[in-house]
Structure formats: structure tokens, C-alpha cells
């Protein structure tokens, strides 16, 4: 089993999850962020490499990673980066990046430097299965995970195909739209998470495969948010309020204190 | 025997190792069922009736032909003809497109539609088909190239489409495609994305293509009248790189006919400031397909310059990519000072205001023309207008208009 998959393994506990991009505020910043957050009760921590096109994002983690950018933050200093919280921290390390900086980076050089580092999983949201044949491959002889998204939108056939692909877990996006800190979730985000769950579920049962935990993310901002999504998810991802609690308040203090807020919601839910 | 080429792309989008489908997953649906009504809509001769009739009496299709006398006399003798596009409604290939996708969104039963532009040309082609076909538009243009052109986003307006500012990154056309995929994303299931050239993932590079190919098949025809043969040579301005394949595309099999991209070297390929994709570019993936891209080291997208705001974007359709790695196609690059010189050239030996765009394909062909026997034959794709880039041209001689 998987750094990222025993990290689930635990009954009844709910993922908390969050993400930050790297070298946003500052590098120093991101080394400071990640041993509070694991220290505040997180499972998992997905670290966004910066991309100069985002498409996926909103205009939080655009900003952010315009700032990190501008900072000289490259692949190779992400992995640097990784590489030291990976020594100060237990949690498992997730990499978010667009494609574009990894098959620069060239896919097997890339994966082994993720395994050197440290890192546990990639997310890829300009990835889908269809083109992710030779990265699956590659991260599989690395020992990471390839974690592929669902979507509202997304069929059947396709809800099929990522819960035969994805490994680690299944990343739910929950809204139709790109990340960012949202007010209300969409009406109807229960039954989505269902028809997953029962097509994850009569795949288990059919290929005796093992239980596919199923996470989150975009839109959510709020422990009430957050303790009603546990009921019914496997992890909870929080990106967006995270990097504006980072930008209100330099000393962390404020992210701290949410962080713990979501890990008591979820352990309610 | 001759050899056809292969039927590409194949079905997932590929022109051997380039184009695919590099897309977030909430869009590979709608790319799908977009696949699936294009599909429908090619093998229904009503659907191409009613785009030729729309072309014909609409667009005022076919496009001339034209001898350019006078060019071909100050180049010494080869035959240089211009195909003029600048002659189709909206001023520009473009509205071969937009029409075409115009007719697919309103058979797919959308009537939302958001555009992306960069000089204004395809913004407005979408607004103009959106007006006719009572569809409502909305246009993501980058600030930069709001203030290059003030009469296209006004036109724009005219047409009653919303143009929606994008501040993001270069806040040029990549920038506004960005924009324009985070608005699909957020509305996909009541909108339609007209993208406007053969980038994007399948089956955009290959629709917009199809759509386009209108050009190249006129041109057949138009120059077997004249001239009783196919030209010796195509020359087009490559951007993302639709009136060229639009014009390349049917002669593809025709091995003798040989194809000249022409794309932006700005103030030169050195300086960096530039959008020479194909020339000085390496393979990469940018807004859903594997094509040549300019990036840094790290695999950022690079900012990019051109004096002509169409041709001023990172990337270039897969297709190009292609025909680049197979040796179909000749790429080279032109810079802002040689364009505007042709700018200048055609306007003064022919009477043609040419856009920016094409002024490009203009002055790699006068300097090519010189060194050919007088027998030969060159059709260069005539993309556009210039009334658009006046104010550039002023601005750059520094004239107050």
C-alpha cells in the first residue's frame, strides 16, 4: 500500500488536505507553512508547483503563482523544496503541477527526482487518462502515485476509466468552474459523490480491486463547508483560503488556527 | 503511384506525435459531444449547404485571385499571386471559421458563446456571426491588445457583443484563451467555445482546419484557370497558424506545391522578443495539444512580441508542428521592421492595405521572388486588411494621426 493510500486506511478519519503554492509568499514562507500545517492535524499536503498558465485556477491561486514565479521559483527548486520537508515532516507529499514544466523536465527525470525528494503523488489537471499512459507507467516505477480528477460533468464510462487509473485517491472537483474560495457548494454535489461511490464500489466488487478513496476539493473554504462534505467524502481539499489566510497574515498564526479549526470539523463529521 | 498521405489526425486528436488532448477533465465531455456534432455535421450535406450558401452570399466567397502586377514586376519577375482574403466580410479569413462553428453551435442547440482574440480579427468575425445568427457573444480580449486596437474592440461592441478585459500574465491573446477556457470550464453546459484558430485540443485544430480549407480549395481552382498548373509555392503568416493550413491543407498531397510558413521575429529572434513558435521554439503543451511552444528552461510559457497583435502568441496548431517534423512545410520568421517595410511596399505598388499579418507573408515572398526564375509561381495567402493596423503603423513612424 501507498504512503498516500495508508493515509486512508484509518476508519472512520477524514483526509484533511491542503494546498499551497511553492515559494508563495516566499520560499522561506513555504518551508515555515507545511510543518504548521502538519503539526495542526493535516493528512496529506499537495505543494503546486507555479505555472505562467493556470487554466484550472481562480484568481487567488493565479495571483499566487504569478508572485512565485516572479520569486524564481522552477520545478527544480520545488523538488529542493520538497526535499527538506520531506525531512521535517511525516505527511505524505503530493506535487500539483500543470504538464507542461513536468514534460519539459522530461517525464522520467522528473519522476526520479519526485522519488528522491520525497514526493508521494502528482496531480495533473491538464492531464486526463487519455494522455497519461506513458506518466503512469513512469510514476509507477517510482513508486507514485498518479492521481486523476473527476468532475460533475464527467460520465459513466469516464468515472470507469479514473477509478481503474487513479491511484492514491480519486480527486473530486467539486464545482464546475476553476479553484477558488466559494460561499455556497453546488446543489446536487452529494449525489455526484454517490454515483462515484457506487460505480468505485461495483468495480471493487467486481475486479476485487481495493477501496478507492475519494477527495474533495475546489470551492471549499469554510470548517461548516468542510464537516458536512466529510460525511460523505474520504478527504477534504482546501487550496484558495489557505493562500489568502498566508497573505493576511505573514506570521501564519491565522492559517494555524484554521488549519485546526477544519481538522476538529472534520473529525465532527 | 502516388502515395496519399495518411488520414490525419487519428482518432485521438494526433498528427503523429503532435496535438491530443491536453484538457482539464470537465471539458473532455464537451470535447467529446463537440467531436461527436462535428462529426454528425460533416457527413450532412445540408449542414455544408447552408455554410457554402452563408459563405457565398454572406461572407462574399470565393475570394479573388489576384495577379499583383506590379509586385511581380518590382520583384523581378515571378509570378506573385495575392489570394484575397482581405476581401471577405469582417476584413479577414477569419469569418470562414466563425461561420462554420457559428452553424455547429446553433445545431448543437447553444447560445452562449465566448470567443478569445488577439488582434480583434476573430472577435469580431465571432460577434458578426453571433449577430446574424442571433446567438449571444462574448469576447475575451487581453488589455494589451485593447489598446493596440480600439477600432476592432469597438466594432466588437457594435456588433452588441460583451468584450471582457483579461489583466492576467502577457495580457495578450494566450492570456485571453486562458481566460476563455476558465469561462467554459465554469459554463459548460450552455456554452460554446469558438475558438478561433487550429490550436486547442482535438478536434478544434482539426475543425477550424476543415472550416478554413475553403481558402486552399478556391485557390486550386482559381489558379488551374489562370495558369493551367498548381504554384510552385504557398506562403502564409503563421500565428497559431489557421489561414495557413487553410490554404496549405488541399494541397497537401500535391508534393510539387511547396509550403512557406511565415512566422513573427518581433525585433529580432535573439532578442527573445519575438513569436517565432516553429523557428525558435521546442516541443511543449500549451492550451490542450503537444505542439511547438516558446518556453524558458523551466517550462514556462514565454511572453512573446510581434508588431502584429495576430501573430503575437506562444504556440502554433499541431498541424504545423507536423508538417515541420515531416519537412511538408518551410518555417522562417520576419521582423516588425521588414513587415511594416512590406506594409508600405504593397500599399504603394498595388493599392492593397495589407494587415500587419500577412505584411509578414508579403516581405518573405519579395525577398524570395528575386532570386527565382520568372516561370515560377507564388500564391501568398492575403490573411487581412490593414484599416485595423493604421494606428500601429502611424505610432511606429511616429505620425500623430
Known amino acids: ?269 | 503511384m502516388r502515395i496519399e498521405a495518411k488520414q490525419l489526425p487519428d482518432s485521438s486528436g494526433y498528427f503523429e506525435q503532435f496535438g491530443g488532448r491536453f484538457a482539464p477533465e470537465t471539458l473532455i465531455p464537451a470535447l467529446d459531444a463537440l467531436n461527436a456534432a462535428y462529426e454528425g455535421a460533416k457527413h450532412d450535406p445540408s449542414f455544408w449547404a447552408e455554410f457554402d450558401s452563408l459563405s457565398r452570399d454572406y461572407s462574399g466567397r470565393p475570394t479573388p485571385l489576384y495577379f499583383a502586377e506590379r509586385l511581380t514586376k518590382h520583384c523581378g519577375g515571378t509570378q506573385i499571386f495575392l489570394k484575397r482574403e482581405d476581401l471577405a466580410h469582417t476584413g479577414a479569413h477569419k469569418i470562414n471559421n466563425a461561420l462554420g462553428q457559428g452553424l455547429l453551435a446553433k445545431r448543437m442547440g447553444k447560445r452562449r458563446i465566448i470567443a478569445e482574440t488577439g488582434a480583434g480579427q476573430h472577435g469580431v468575425a465571432a460577434a458578426t456571426v453571433c449577430a446574424k445568427l442571433g446567438l449571444d457573444c462574448i469576447v475575451y480580449m487581453g488589455e494589451e491588445d485593447i489598446s493596440r486596437q480600439p477600432l476592432n474592440v469597438f466594432r466588437m461592441k457594435l456588433l452588441g457583443a460583451e468584450v471582457r478585459p483579461v489583466s492576467s500574465g502577457s495580457k495578450t491573446l494566450k492570456d485571453a484563451i486562458n481566460e476563455a477556457i476558465r469561462d467554459w470550464v465554469t459554463n459548460v453546459r450552455d456554452t460554446y467555445y469558438l475558438l478561433g484558430s487550429v490550436v486547442g485540443p482535438h478536434p478544434y485544430p482539426t475543425m477550424v482546419r476543415d472550416f478554413q480549407s475553403i481558402i486552399g480549395k478556391e485557390t486550386k481552382q482559381q489558379i488551374l484557370e489562370k495558369c493551367g498548373r498548381l504554384p510552385d509555392y504557398i506562403i502564409a503568416c503563421v500565428g497559431g497558424g489557421s489561414n495557413a493550413i487553410g490554404i496549405f491543407h488541399p494541397f497537401v498531397n500535391d508534393r510539387d506545391v511547396k509550403f512557406i510558413g511565415v512566422e513573427a521575429a518581433g525585433k529580432g529572434i535573439k532578442t527573445l522578443q519575438h513569436a517565432a513558435s516553429l523557428v525558435a521554439g521546442r516541443v511543449g503543451v500549451l492550451h490542450g495539444a503537444k505542439s511547438y511552444v516558446l518556453q524558458d528552461d523551466a517550462g514556462q510559457i514565454r511572453e512573446t512580441h510581434s508588431i502584429a497583435p495576430g501573430l503575437d502568441y506562444p504556440g502554433v496548431g499541431p498541424e504545423h508542428s507536423y508538417y515541420k517534423a515531416v519537412g511538408r512545410a518551410t518555417y522562417v520568421a520576419v521582423d516588425d521592421n521588414a513587415a511594416l517595410e512590406a506594409f508600405h511596399l504593397l500599399s504603394q505598388t498595388e493599392g492593397i492595405i495589407p494587415a500587419l499579418e500577412p505584411a509578414h507573408a508579403i516581405s518573405y515572398t519579395v525577398k524570395m521572388a528575386s532570386s527565382l526564375p520568372k516561370k515560377q509561381i507564388i500564391v501568398v495567402n492575403l490573411s487581412g486588411r490593414g484599416d485595423k493596423d493604421v494606428d500601429i503603423v502611424a505610432r511606429a513612424l511616429g505620425v500623430k494621426l
Open chain 1, 1 to 269: 500500500m501507498s504512503r498516500i493510500a495508508s493515509a486512508f486506511a484509518q476508519p472512520n478519519h477524514t483526509a484533511f488536505i491542503p494546498y499551497i503554492t511553492v515559494g508563495y509568499p516566499s520560499i522561506e514562507a513555504t518551508l515555515r507553512v507545511v510543518p504548521l500545517l502538519a503539526e495542526s492535524g493535516c493528512d496529506l499536503i499537495e505543494l503546486g508547483i507555479p505555472f505562467s498558465d493556470p487554466i484550472a485556477d481562480g484568481i487567488t491561486i493565479q495571483k499566487a503563482s504569478f508572485r512565485a514565479l516572479q520569486n524564481g521559483v522552477t520545478p527544480k527548486i520545488c523538488l529542493e523544496v520538497a526535499k527538506e520537508l520531506n525531512q521535517q515532516v511525516k505527511v505524505p507529499l503530493i506535487f500539483m503541477s500543470y504538464f507542461n514544466p513536468i514534460f519539459n523536465y522530461g517525464l522520467d527525470e522528473f519522476c526520479d527526482a519526485c522519488a528522491r525528494s520525497g514526493i508521494d503523488g502528482l496531480i495533473i489537471p491538464d492531464l486526463p487518462p487519455e494522455e497519461g499512459y506513458d506518466l503512469e507507467l513512469i510514476t509507477q516505477d517510482h513508486g507514485i502515485d498518479l492521481i486523476y480528477l473527476l468532475t460533475p460533468t464527467s460520465t459513466e464510462e469516464r468515472i470507469q476509466l479514473v477509478a481503474q487509473k487513479s491511484r492514491g485517491f480519486i480527486y473530486l472537483v467539486s464545482v464546475m468552474g476553476v479553484t477558488g474560495a466559494r460561499e455556497k457548494l453546488p446543489p446536487g454535489l452529494a449525489a455526484f459523490v454517490t454515483k462515484v461511490r457506487s460505480t468505485t464500489a461495483t468495480l471493487s466488487a467486481a475486479k476485487g480491486k481495493q477501496f478507492h478513496p475519494l477527495c474533495l476539493g475546489f470551492g471549499i473554504s469554510t470548517p461548516q463547508q468542510a464537516r458536512q462534505m466529510g460525511k460523505i467524502v474520504n478527504g477534504v481539499i482546501v487550496g484558495s483560503r489557505i493562500i489568502q489566510l498566508m497573505e493576511e497574515d505573514k506570521s501564519l498564526s491565522l492559517v494555524q488556527s484554521f488549519a485546526r479549526q477544519l481538522r476538529e470539523a472534520l473529525d465532527e463529521s
